[in-house]
Nanobody
Framework: QAQLLESGGGSVQAGGSLRLSCSPSARTFSGYSMGWLRQAPGKGREFVSAIRWNDGTTHYADSVKGRFTISLDNAKNTVHLRMFDLKPEDTAVYYC???????????????????WGQGTQVTVSF
């Protein structure tokens, strides 16, 4: 069964930066969009960013535009999310997920994603 293996979470102070990484195993996701979604305590899962594997088209939530950057490392079959100027409201469990091309029109909806990682905690303190 396909898995999405995440790494890179941690704790930082406000204004700091982190890089999250996601590496699919057991299969490739050519044609899929790879996304990052997050869930804060007591809240629903929300879209953060996505990138289409085939052509690198990116999408960002308004709350992270200009601060987060999603990218692909095709040689390492890895998706990165670089997060800068982190704020306490960015604190959440971050999930890597994969959405098939047929769901690309609703890429910001958690239901668009078929495969999910186990999540990695990001904590931003004042």
């Amino acid at each position: 069964q396909a898995q999405l293996l995440e790494s890179g979470g941690g704790s930082v102070q406000a204004g700091g930066s982190l890089r999250l990484s996601c590496s699919p195993s057991a299969r490739t996701f050519s044609g899929y969009s790879m996304g990052w979604l997050r869930q804060a305590p007591g809240k629903g899962r929300e879209f953060v960013s996505a990138i289409r594997w085939n052509d690198g088209t990116t999408h960002y939530a308004d709350s992270v535009k200009g601060r987060f950057t999603i990218s692909l490392d095709n040689a390492k079959n890895t998706v990165h999310l670089r997060m800068f100027d982190l704020k306490p409201e960015d604190t959440a469990v971050y999930y890597c997920a994969a959405a098939p091309s047929g769901n690309s029109h609703r890429i910001s909806e958690p239901s668009a994603y078929d495969y999910w990682g186990q999540g990695t905690q990001v904590t931003v303190s004042f």
